[in-house]
């Protein structure tokens, strides 16, 4: 599992993390897939775009996963 660093911000929308990840082509893809379903946090479906994604959590989509840490 990947490691995303917050580098002192306290949290990161869940559609911006995608785009920085390299998971979504811009951030219109990134809110596309994230309307659609296809993205879950800590195991749960997540189809708020803007969810604050803070230290702690674990985003999957497509098969891959990341922990976001301070």
């Known amino acids: 599992m990947e490691i995303f660093s917050l580098d002192g911000h306290p949290y990161v929308e869940l559609c ?3 785009k920085l990840q390299g998971w979504s082509e811009s951030g219109a893809a990134a809110k596309a897939v994230i309307a659609e379903g296809l993205v879950e946090v800590d195991s749960q479906i997540e ?3 803007r969810c604050k994604i803070v ?5 999957t ?5 990341i922990r976001v840490e301070e």
């Open 55 to 59: 230290a702690g959590k674990v985003v």
């Open 61 to 65: 989509f497509n098969g891959e996963s």
């Open 47 to 49: 189809t708020r775009k």
């Open 16 to 18: 911006d993390l995608l």
